[in-house]
T-cell receptor, first 113, second 107 residues
Framework: NAGVTQTPKFQVLKTGQSMTLQCAQDMNHNSMYWYRQDPGMGLRLIYYSASEGTTDKGEVPNGYNVSRLNKREFSLRLESAAPSQTSVYFC????????????FGPGTRLTVL | KNEVEQSPQNLTAQEGEFITINCSYSVGISALHWLQQHPGGGIVSLFMLSSGKKKHGRLIATINIQEKHSSLHITASHPRDSAVYICAVETGNQFYFGTGTSLTVIP
């Protein structure tokens, strides 16, 4: 099992460019999440999907859109990248219930110039 | 607003020392998680707690729901324990994270 995979691992964008970060999990989890991690701050939730076909805003959704393509895949799109979106992005998945352990992807390091 | 506060921010210990990392939170929670972030950036889940105490090897996690406080203990610390330890609280479908405690264990 690969667990949670993310692509790409690194990306450099110019201000105004768009891109999509891809995430996939092979654990048959219902819930998936996108976080950003910035120096001196904790992980912050951007969007989450409690189940296939549903998405909800987290703490910092502005400037992002998401798609829960199917149970396995949850993508994050930046329509018009800004320098403030320079960050490390983590995707995670979990199975809600008694053991809602989060499994994290390896992260995507994004720089917006 | 900081729903989750961790202390200390940084911690240096000699190999073999007993280590305690603290986490306080201000919201009602369904569970609390302790995570470990390796120097390479990967994040793994160590514990999920809703009450009491859990032990896994040299790691022990406790939670006091009434006081909204949790501790992560590492017994007989080892250089391979060097990492950032993150406390996270689960409220419904949302997770809130502390800023992490950076632990360095010196041989």
């Amino acid at each position: 099992n690969a667990g949670v995979t993310q692509t790409p691992k690194f990306q450099v964008l110019k201000t105004g460019q768009s891109m999509t970060l891809q995430c996939a999990q092979d654990m048959n989890h219902n819930s998936m999440y996108w976080y950003r991690q910035d120096p001196g701050m904790g992980l912050r939730l951007i969007y989450y999907s409690a189940s296939e076909g549903t998405t909800d805003k987290g703490e910092v959704p502005n400037g992002y859109n998401v798609s829960r393509l199917n149970k396995r895949e949850f993508s994050l799109r930046l329509e018009s990248a800004a320098p403030s979106q320079t960050s490390v992005y983590f995707c995670a998945s979990s199975e809600p219930g008694a053991h809602n352990e989060q499994f994290f992807g390896p992260g995507t390091r994004l720089t917006v110039l | 607003k900081n729903e989750v506060e961790q202390s200390p921010q940084n911690l240096t210990a000699q190999e073999g020392e007993f280590i305690t990392i603290n986490c306080s939170y201000s919201v009602g929670i369904s569970a609390l998680h302790w995570l470990q972030q390796h120097p390479g950036g990967g994040i793994v889940s160590l514990f999920m707690l809703s009450s009491g105490k859990k032990k896994h090897g040299r790691l022990i996690a406790t939670i006091n729901i009434q006081e909204k406080h949790s501790s992560l203990h590492i017994t007989a610390s080892h250089p391979r324990d060097s990492a950032v330890y993150i406390c996270a609280v689960e409220t419904g479908n949302q997770f809130y994270f502390g800023t992490g405690t950076s632990l360095t264990v010196i041989p």
